[in-house]
């Protein structure tokens, strides 16, 4: 299947969805594995998640948290190089998943909308907004 709907997922909404697989973040996380939705993604993006995943306090921290990366790496819009946008973040590790946002022409999603800009050239979406985005099948 070919989609056409891209999104920069942060990490917290990937936590999340595997933690409460039952509400919109879970639901991204099926679009993703279904390939409904295609994630961007580039080194910084992958570091992250396969540090913040295997963290040992998460109940799928090591096969599990392996299996998303690599299934983010396989099937990701992998960006090498990325452009990089005058807007400062105030957490400096969101500046990865703006940036890549910004490079690939696509939404950013997050649990964390406070972190980003209300206006400028990345749309940022918190999970709810992203699913209403999903192709209806």
């Known amino acids: 299947m070919t989609t ?3 999104l920069v997922i942060d990490t917290n909404v990937v936590v999340a969805g595997l933690l409460t697989p039952g509400g919109p973040p879970g639901r991204l996380l099926r679009a993703l594995r279904d390939q409904q939705v295609q994630a961007v993604v580039c080194e910084a993006v992958i570091d992250e998640y396969t540090e913040v995943l295997n963290r040992p306090r998460f109940p799928f921290a090591g096969p599990i948290a392996s299996g998303v990366v690599t299934h983010f790496v396989g099937h990701g819009l992998w960006l090498d190089k990325l452009e990089r946008t005058s807007i400062s973040l105030v957490d400096a590790s969101d500046q990865p998943f703006y940036d890549c946002a910004y490079s690939a022409a696509c939404p950013l999603v997050t649990g964390n909308l406070r972190h980003f800009p209300d ?5 940022v979406l918190n999970p709810r907004e992203a699913v209403e985005k999903l192709p209806r099948l």
């Open 119 to 123: 206006t400028g050239p990345v749309a």
């Open 4 to 6: 056409e709907l891209r």
